[in-house]
């Protein structure tokens, strides 16, 4: 996807474009009142020679007033500038993560999280500081070249004329350094974005690093990484550095020359050495722009990258919630799979031409060896992926004709895997759902058997969760299957849901799902076989294809693929 960096930056300044006209304002005014101090120090040194004292004074209180309003004028445009800097941020921050909420599933499996958490911090920051805090600068600097442009042509042409010849000079050293320098800013990103990730991996997987010894490999790995992120910013810093040492010694023989020049001329009584020292103030007036700009040009090119970084997970495809009207309001529970295939993107086909029918209340188990393409089924039924072939219906509306908002609503999934948020147990528990009663929620933990050690925390449903380390993964379990619980979806998918729970919690739970069941299509994916004897049907998946159907009883006097799976785990044990 090619990104706009015009377009880009042009979103977010239009909104802002009363604060931008004012800092631009402000920059004008400080330039302006830069330009004007050295014409009175000038005629300020001319009258101390002449010695009229009584002139001199009125011309150091208009320096002192220049001076004083000057300073007035910078502060309140830093003000502006930061308050314009906190403003862009935090609405680049608010659509980073609008942005996330809406990007389909496929992007984020295929995304590193750390990469995607550095556009929010690291790359936001260096935009904001990179771009916003040199755009006061540069606009500053640009103002204050044209006025000391023309008041120096108004001093003396000749002089004006000799810098005027060096000033392309040291344009084309910071244009030809700074082309050299992008490239390498541009992998310093890229490099810094899979440092972050690869940092964020090793920290969500410390524990299993640690119990298979794979801490020393781990750490090469990140070495690599880190050294080739070492090797390029000290590239791209270190030539970005050189403009400046470059346009000064360029500077400074112009400098030298005009000063000559100058001291000819007073010679010869065609100039003042006051007007000598207010035409030298500007020359550093006029190339004290060019130091500043040329100081931030590794802050911008850090800017530049992160900005396209930004403006390219913005562009990202979202996933798109359909606004259709529907006949329904809720569904009954009817599933159907027509002729579906599907291949995750750039693998070969997992599913081909599956057709199954699930009726309203039926307990489906779904059975399988890892990656026969159970979990796929239920990312299609939600739509986190789209098929290339087929139709998936539900009460005979195709779900591609649903909002998904709608589709996953009337859908109560719980995994293997499960999260609870920061926040307090009441909190998580009627995560989804508005307006809950005190009675409902206790209610829908104590169907979950949650309800005993919820009670035996310090603050009962109260209790503030920031480290979900301090409960167990049967807990953290049990709150996540309450929460659907007091759902109560039409569907329901259990995706390895009690695996994480002992035996004995799990046996409460299971009566606790057929309850629940009883009023909902349930689509159950188990590891433990012993689990799902009583399903209304059992489907054995393999390679992406239902290769056996039937009850656990017929399944097993078949003596086939479910008869092996089923009783190679009671001879595991």
């Known amino acids: 996807m090619k990104t706009n960096i015009i ?43 002449e010695g009229s004292w009584e002139t001199l004074l009125t011309y150091l209180l208009i320096l002192v007033c220049i001076y004083i309003f000057s300073f007035f004028t910078d502060s309140l445009l830093n003000y502006i500038l930061t308050n314009f800097s906190a403003k862009m941020s935090k609405e680049i921050r608010s659509d980073l993560f609008q942005k996330l909420n809406r ?6 499996d295929k995304t590193q999280s750390g990469s995607i958490i550095q556009q929010f911090t690291l790359d936001t920051d260096q935009f904001i500081t990179g771009f916003l805090q040199s755009f006061s600068k540069i606009t ?50 890229d490099i810094l974005s899979s440092l972050n990730g690869y940092t964020e991996q090793i920290l969500s997987g410390q524990k299993t690093f640690q119990i298979f010894n794979y801490e020393t490999i781990a750490e090469e790995s990140f070495d690599k ?21 470059c346009i000064r010694f360029v500077s400074n023989l112009s400098y030298l020359s005009i000063g000559m020049i100058g001291i000819y001329l007073i010679m010869i009584s065609k100039l003042t050495i006051g007007e000598l020292s207010s035409f030298l103030m500007y020359i550093t007036a006029f190339t004290r722009p060019f130091h500043e700009i040329t100081s931030v040009i590794s802050d911008i090119q850090s800017a530049i990258a992160s900005a396209k970084r930004i403006a390219t997970f913005l562009g990202e495809t979202e996933e798109k919630n359909e606004e259709r009207s529907l006949p329904i309001r809720s569904f009954n529970g009817y599933i159907e799979f027509k002729d579906v295939t599907f291949g995750y993107p750039g693998q070969e086909t997992l599913i081909s031409h599956l ?22 089924l239920i990312n299609l039924l939600l739509r986190f992926y789209d098929i290339q072939q087929g139709e998936i219906s539900i009460d005979g509306i195709s779900i591609h004709n649903m909002p998904r908002d709608f589709l996953r609503k009337n859908i109560g999934l719980v995994l293997q895997d499960t999260k ?35 009670q035996r925390l310090p603050n009962g449903y109260d209790t503030y969760i920031s480290n979900v380390d301090m409960l167990s993964p049967g807990e953290i379990q049990l709150i996540n299957i309450a929460r659907i ?64 159907e039937g009850t656990h009883d017929s399944l097993l006097k078949q003596h086939k693929k ?12």
Not at 8 to 35: A, C, D, G
Not at 103 to 108: G, V
Not at 234 to 242: G, H, I, M, P, R
Request: hydrophobic share 45%.
């Open 225 to 245: 990484i880190n050294h080739k992120f070492h090797t390029v910013s000290l590239k791209a810093y270190f030539y970005s550095s050189l403009t400046n040492p």
């Open 485 to 548: 619980m007091l759902l109560h979806p039409p569907i329901l998918i259990l995706d390895e849901a009690t695996s994480n729970i002992d035996l004995i919690t799990e046996d409460k739970i299971q009566k606790a799902f057929h309850s629940l069941m009883d009023h909902s299509t349930s689509l159950v994916i188990a590891h433990r076989l012993s689990t799902i004897r009583n399903a209304d049907r059992i489907l054995v998946m393999e390679n992406g294809k239902i290769v056996e």
């Open 355 to 376: 057709n199954l029918s699930v009726q309203k209340g039926e307990k489906i188990a779904i059975v399988g060896k890892t990656g026969s393409g159970k979990t796929t």
């Open 7 to 49: 377009s880009f930056l042009s979103k977010y300044l239009f909104r802002k474009r009363f604060l931008l006209i004012i800092l631009i304002l402000f920059s004008f005014v400080s330039s302006l009142l830069r330009i004007f101090a050295p014409i009175y120090v000038g005629v300020t040194i001319d009258h101390i020679l």
């Open 103 to 108: 990007l389909p599933l496929s992007y984020l």
């Open 140 to 189: 500053t600097g640009i103002s204050t070249i044209l006025f000391s442009l023309i008041l120096m042509l108004k001093m003396n042409f000749i002089m004006t004329l000799l810098f005027v010849i060096v000033a392309p000079i040291m344009y084309y050293i910071s244009k030809f350094i700074t082309q050299k320098t992008k490239k390498f800013f541009k992998q310093r990103a």
């Open 562 to 573: 479910y008869y092996d799976l089923y009783y190679s785990q009671f001879s595991s044990q």
């Open 420 to 454: 609870l948020f920061t926040g307090t147990i009441r909190e998580n528990i009627t995560y989804g759902k508005e307006n809950v009663s005190q009675e409902e929620m206790e209610a829908a933990a104590k169907k979950a058997h949650a309800d005993s050690f919820i």
